[in-house]
Every structure is written in C-alpha cells, then in structure tokens.
C-alpha cells in the first residue's frame, strides 16, 4: 500500500461507494490503517516533508528556468551587429601639412569578431604614396553604424603624401556605416601623422570612401 494512502482522512475514506468496491478495496485499507495506527503519524510527517521538498524543487527549478529565459533573451550579441564585418574599399583622400595634395584611398578592415577590435590598412596612392596600418577599437552607435580610433604608422614612400614625408605614429578616428539592403560599406575617417612632418610638425589628412563587406 502506499504512503499516501494512510495519510486520507477516514471521512473521506468512508463515503458511500458501491458494497463491492467497500469489499474489495476500502475495507482491506481500514484494516491495514487499524494496524499501523501506532506509526500513521510517523509516515504521514514523512510523505508530507517529501511533498514539500518535492514542490519547493519543482518550484526553484522554474524559477531556474525562468532566470535563464529572461537572460539569454535580454542578451545582444555583437555578432548580429551589421556595422560589424570585414570589408575593402576605394576612395578618395585629402592632405593638410607642407603639401596639400588629392591621393586615390585603398582601404581595408579586418574584424576580429570576439573582440571589438580590427585590423585595418589605408594605402595612399597619387603623388606622394604611403601606407598606414592601424589597430582600432570599434564601438557600435547603432545596428549599422560604428565608431572606432586606431594607432598604428605612417609609411610614405617619397615626399608629398597626404601623411607627411617621415615615419610617426598616427591616430585614426573613424566612422564606419554598413548599408542595410547589401554589402556595401561608406567609410570615412582622418589619420593625424604625429611627426609626419618634415619639419616635426603633424601631417592630417581626411578620406572617405564605400567598401564591400565579407
């Protein structure tokens, strides 16, 4: 017999059934309860500890759940994010130092997604040539757009680039805006050449451009 038949209430054992049923299985109970009267009270506290603890699981495992639920969908992963991706572009650039001068604008970004950084290269062609490869922390403003600033160098190649004649450090602040309907990227940002310089003094330049997204 089980536990929680010992725990009913005699009231609601002897409600009217039909003489066979009383024959067949209520009157075997009575008797079975008539003899474990002494331990009626013992089983009874033990099959109601076990239904508590049995509700306050079941009810700590929904709230678990419930938990998990609401956290995994208050997350926004920074993959979803359009303005995230990798991409090359063209484009045009402005020098403002020693020489003013228009140089044709390679540029290129590669997104490392587990983090919030990418590695990116502007080549300058025209005049004056250079190439400036920079590191950037990017911080996204919306789903498709970005901002970021980069470290990196400068490295012309003869005089009169848009970054100056001489090695530096530079700094590149930027703005990145990803196209929603296909994979076409607007770039735009500005690289200040630390030093670029022929005389020690800072190099800038400002170019802009539309890339391809993969």
Do not use: W
Not at 77 to 98: E, K, L, T
Not at 115 to 141: E, H, K, N, Q, W
């Amino acid at each position: 017999m089980r536990i929680s038949s010992l725990c009913l209430p005699v009231k609601n054992i002897l409600t009217p059934v039909p003489v066979v049923s009383y024959y067949l299985h209520i009157q075997p109970v009575l008797g079975e309860l008539s003899s474990l009267s002494p331990y009626r009270s013992i089983y009874c506290e033990e099959f109601e500890m076990i239904t508590d603890f049995r509700s306050r699981l079941a009810g700590l495992a929904g709230l678990t759940l419930g938990g998990l639920a609401i956290a995994v969908s208050l997350q926004t992963p920074a993959q979803a994010q359009a303005a995230y991706g990798s991409y090359v572009g063209i484009g045009a650039g402005v020098g403002f130092g020693d020489d003013s001068n228009l140089a044709l604008v390679l540029s290129s970004r590669y997104n490392i997604l587990e983090l919030p950084i990418s590695i990116r290269g502007t080549a300058f062609i025209g005049d004056g040539s250079a190439f400036v490869p920079t590191v950037s922390y990017d911080y996204p403003l919306s789903f498709n757009t970005e901002v970021y600033l980069g470290a990196g160098i400068s490295l012309p190649a003869g005089d009169g680039s848009p970054v100056g004649d001489d090695i530096a450090f530079v700094l590149q602040p930027g703005v990145d805006y990803t196209m929603t309907d296909n994979n076409l990227v607007i770039f735009g940002n500005a690289i200040f050449a630390i030093g670029g310089e022929s005389g020690g003094g800072t190099a800038t330049s400002v170019q802009g451009g539309v890339g391809y997204q993969f």
